[in-house]
């Protein structure tokens, strides 16, 4: 018999007689991370974020957020980014800046895009309660832009903000998991990278990117 | 086990400084982390149970839910492997490497593989593994095997990790965690970018869709399983999860009570390999489920072992692993439930010493997330064990002349008037025992022992209500 | 050493798996039997003594069946599952037919109420194991739980500072924090403050103390260092085996600080 048919087999003897919790019956679910009713969800997300050792900057429009984009990759001293299509992102105007500013797309193998300094990437959703990003692969959204750089910067609107992580799983089951299938990977990606290794005293910056700025753009009404 | 006795190794730790250090540092951060964090939840309690019926529901279904997994992850590309054991899974990891020509692995944390000795196994293939969690790479480095599920090196302080950075390569000496990691991260750039193939482990497979998702907070592991070409999962049958909503229950959970964080800060999501327009991440995808006694676990009383999600609040909480910490458990797993799963996997009379290192405080029971009985557990163990004959000849009489003693009132009495009278005589006077013969010196060894009062309880009662006792029943 | 007010408060019954509701039985004050415990008779009497009297204060006069030994804990704990058996069908024997069984330890109280219903299954006894389970109470919880007592009017012959050790299977087992810390709070002359690892296992453990002593010893030193640490000049607990383990590592340690079973202090008995 395979090794399939030989543990399928075995869980079926062990589960014959007698379920080994009966009456594990689906409960009514509760979220996990407390809001506050008529918490705004806004303040709660930058404040989570801070908390978790990233950066939120607020723009009142696309101009600001190009602006505040602009300075973080002069800051930074950037030379090379690895960026998401613009298709993807939230803000038109970023590749022409970076040609503004003389700085190389990279694009290919892990080896080019390892050379990056920066990464630009939007965001499916961001969840307020835990400052949680949620990022999904896809054509034109490499992983790696989220990853291999030591600077990520996230460019997020208000109105992605929602929420909880519970919130977003029910949005996908509204959606039958579609995301599951075309994504190979979705990342849910809250604070820069961190260890607690040593002594579990927290060290910030690791094997990902040592800082997270999220620039997050108000909603025209 | 290994050769030297329980006790042995369990006097080294004790008597190890830099251990009790770090123990105490590690565990005590460990435990008020956990604390805070599930108090902000909004009712950790209903939470508890919440998750608790999560794993519950999904161990009822295990062949269904894993036939789901398997087909979801077909259609979404990957392959779908079956080990019985540790050398199956192994197996299984060297096959493909050699399908894909693999040289270079590079891992992110997996306590199965350490179930497994995956890391020998392919080394005696000349394959080159490097552990890529920054304490699993220092522990690698050192030649030594994780202490404690989550936080595998907390058994060293900065200071031997400085140093040890500094013997193997070379880094500058530093007292500072923040230099150390930055090192460390320097060195492992290039093996995740010439690795030809990661491995993971597997935090919860989600059946519905077929996703297996990991928890991590380096990088390290979303590094490992996207930048080389191949990918292998490898995962306990008992991960795979019925839904998404049981997914956010435990996640959450899993991070508070692990390190106290809200959320760990990567929460990779793989479902299959990279899609055919995806621009990165790997081209082949494999889940690796491994069975290595489990079943055999399911149909036992222990089931509810199975239901553990290795936050490893258990071994924080633990006031025997505050003080022996992780090594001294001889195996894999540490720490209460170490104890549990350790005689489970491998055979009772592997670690007959593991079920009493426990004085039943059930701090572990009170930390888990899932509201595991490890105290129930580890009585049945220990029951088992006696069954088993492994107490000695000693033991097993003078417990069997306890019952006979202890079920006869007048024996009770007599028993207790002779040892009242021979601690009294002992104690000459002064209210306690310094020494007790064997086999109680063991309590001598720390503590004091007192001289019996007198005249006993019972006696002072019939003096009080003389003629008129309260109670109906005679002795 | 501050601590922080998660810290502070006993996660009572939030982190209490075994947690019962426990209502006063219908016609509860007619039979109530008093469990002494094979400890608080042999070993310290005053306890026992001092555990009848709060009682008694309280106005429940408790029988004291005479045929009672131990709830047979020790085999128990230890494996011997059989062994344990015999005691506890002899326990059933002598405490079957009260409507309460009240006894001052919290160990005992949850050896009874946790194990008997499973070591008694498909028993002939075991519609009397599972009503003794029903019916068994630690002191303080009966006292506050059952009866409603807060006040027993008593005093400590001189302002003291004490902190709770709050016993393993009283706190975690049966959910047992508040009930002491309410009675003490109306204990004149004591002031209650709290200790770093309140509810931290001392190490005893029954046979656990002897078989892995010096796992036992390390875990009565970090006990012993926190006393030590609090500012407290007593120690109170629930149970007279704790009571025993940490005297005793007092005592060789030279140590100054005592620790006292619950009862004597509402008992009144110190002097
Ligand atoms: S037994 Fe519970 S507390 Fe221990 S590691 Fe498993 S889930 Fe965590």
Excluded at chain 1, 175 to 194: C, D, E, Q
Aim: neutral net charge; charged residues 20%; hydrophobic residues 40%.
């Amino acid at each position: 018999m395979s090794a399939r048919e030989d543990i399928l087999t075995g869980l079926r003897a062990a589960l014959a007689h007698s379920k080994p919790f009966p009456g594990a019956e689906p409960a009514a679910f509760q979220a996990v991370t407390r809001i506050d009713p008529g918490e705004d969800l806004v303040a709660r997300f930058i404040a989570e974020v801070q908390r978790v050792k990233g950066e939120v900057h607020t723009a009142a429009n696309d101009d600001e957020a190009l602006d505040i984009t602009k300075d973080l990759l002069t800051s930074h001293h950037v030379r090379r980014v690895v960026m998401w299509d613009e298709a993807h992102l939230p803000l038109r105007g970023v590749w022409a800046l970076l040609e503004r500013l003389g700085i190389e797309r990279v694009y290919g193998d892990n080896a080019s895009v390892a050379a990056a300094e920066a990464g630009i990437t939007g965001a499916d959703w961001a969840l307020a309660a835990t400052g949680t990003l949620v990022l999904s692969s896809g054509p034109g959204r490499p992983r790696m832009a989220s990853l291999l750089p030591p600077l990520h910067i996230a460019l997020l609107t208000e109105d992605r903000i929602i929420p909880r992580l519970e919130d977003y799983v029910a949005a996908q089951r509204a959606a039958r998991f579609g995301v599951f299938r075309r994504s190979s990977n979705v990342t849910l990606i809250t604070g820069s990278s961190r260890t607690s290794d040593i002594e579990m005293h927290p060290v910030f910056g690791v094997h990902g990117p040592l800082a997270l700025h999220v620039v997050l753009i108000k909603n025209l009404d | 086990m290994k050769a030297e006795s329980f006790e042995k190794i369990v006097d080294h730790a004790l008597a190890d400084r830099q251990l009790q250090v770090a123990l105490d540092r590690g565990t005590t951060r460990g435990v008020n982390a956990r604390l805070l964090a599930m108090s902000e939840t909004t009712d950790a309690q209903a939470l508890r149970h919440q998750a608790r019926l999560a794993r519950e529901r999904a161990l009822n279904q295990l062949p269904e839910l894993l036939e789901q997994l398997e087909r979801n992850i077909i259609a979404n590309g990957g392959h779908v492997l079956w080990a019985r054991d540790a050398a199956e899974l192994n197996q299984h990891v060297l096959t493909i490497c050699r399908q894909h020509n693999v040289r270079r692995v590079v891992k992110g944390k997996s306590m199965v593989t350490e179930e497994t000795a995956l890391n020998h196994a392919l080394e005696q293939e000349g394959i080159d593994v490097v552990e890529s969690d920054l304490g699993e790479y220092i522990i690698q480095l050192a030649g030594e095997t994780p202490s404690h599920i989550v936080f595998p090196m907390l058994h060293k302080t900065k200071e031997a990790t400085a140093q040890l950075l500094h013997d193997k390569l070379g880094m500058p000496l530093t007292d500072q965690p923040e230099a150390m990691t930055r090192f460390v991260r320097g060195v492992m750039r290039q093996k995740y970018l010439q690795a030809d193939l990661g491995i993971s482990g597997v935090n919860f497979a989600i059946a519905e869709t077929g996703t297996i998702a990991t928890v991590e907070n380096e990088g390290n592991n979303r590094l490992s399983i996207s930048a080389p070409p191949v990918h292998v999962a490898v995962m306990g049958l008992e991960k795979v999860i019925a839904t998404w909503e049981d997914y956010a229950v435990l996640v959450q959970l899993l991070a508070r009570s692990a390190t106290g964080q809200r959320m760990t800060v990567y929460n990779n999501l793989i479902s299959g390999p990279r899609r055919p327009d995806e621009p990165d991440g790997p081209e082949a995808f494999y889940l690796i489920i491994l069975d290595n006694g489990r079943s055999r676990i399911l149909a036992s009383e222990y089931a509810e072992s199975l239901a553990c999600i290795r936050c490893g609040a258990c071994l924080n909480a633990c006031p025997v692993y505050q003080n022996i910490g992780g090594h001294a458990y001889g195996w894999v797993y540490p720490g209460p439930i170490g104890s549990i799963i350790t005689p489970l996997l491998r055979g009772p009379l592997t670690a007959p010493k593991l079920p009493y290192a426990s004085s039943l405080c059930g701090a572990c029971q009170a930390a888990c997330p899932v509201e595991i009985n490890i105290p129930d557990m580890l009585l049945k163990l220990r029951r088992d064990l006696v069954q088993a004959g492994d107490p000695s000849l000693g033991w097993r009489l003078g417990m069997k002349g306890w019952a006979v003693a202890f079920k006869s009132p007048m024996l009770y009495r007599l028993g207790g008037r002779i040892a009242g009278w021979l601690t009294r005589v002992l104690a000459r006077g002064k209210g306690h025992l310094r020494w007790l013969p064997p086999p109680f010196n063991g309590w001598t060894a720390h503590r004091d022992f007192p001289a019996f009062g007198t005249p006993s309880f019972r006696e002072r009662y019939l003096r009080r209500f003389k003629g008129q006792p309260h109670d109906s029943k005679k002795p | 050493m501050q601590l922080a007010a998660y810290q502070r408060l006993p996660p009572v019954g939030e982190y209490n798996l075994y947690r019962r509701r426990m209502l006063p039985l219908p016609g509860m004050a007619k039979r109530v039997a008093y469990f002494v415990t094979c400890i608080a008779d042999t070993v310290f009497p005053e306890i026992g003594e001092a555990a009848f009297e709060v009682l008694a204060r309280a106005g429940v006069t408790p029988e004291f069946p005479l045929g009672q030994t131990c709830c047979g804990q020790p085999a128990f704990n230890a494996g011997f599952t059989d062994e344990a058996r015999q005691v506890a069908e002899h326990f059933v024997e002598v405490f079957a037919g009260y409507e309460a069984i009240v006894t001052p330890s919290g160990s005992c109280a949850s050896m009874v109420k946790h194990y008997y219903p499973a070591l008694f299954r498909g028993h002939p006894r075991q519609a009397d194991a599972l009503h003794i389970a029903a019916r068994t109470y630690e002191l303080t919880e009966y006292l506050v739980d059952v009866l409603g007592v807060r006040d027993l009017g008593v005093a400590l012959p001189r302002p003291t500072r004490a902190a709770i050790h709050d016993a393993c299977h009283g706190y975690r087992g049966l959910g047992i924090a508040r009930q002491p810390r309410l009675l003490l709070s109306h204990v004149r002359n004591l002031t209650l403050v709290e200790m770093v690892g309140h509810d931290q296992c001392c190490g005893f453990g029954g046979l656990f103390a002897i078989k892995m002593s010096a796992i036992s010893g390390a875990m009565l030193r970090d006990k012993l260092a926190a006393i030590q640490d609090a500012d407290c000049d007593l120690v109170i607990t629930g149970d007279a085996s704790c009571m025993m383990h940490i005297n005793g590592g007092l005592s060789r340690a030279g140590s100054p600080k005592r620790v006292v079973h619950i009862a004597q202090v509402l008992a009144g008995a110190l002097k």
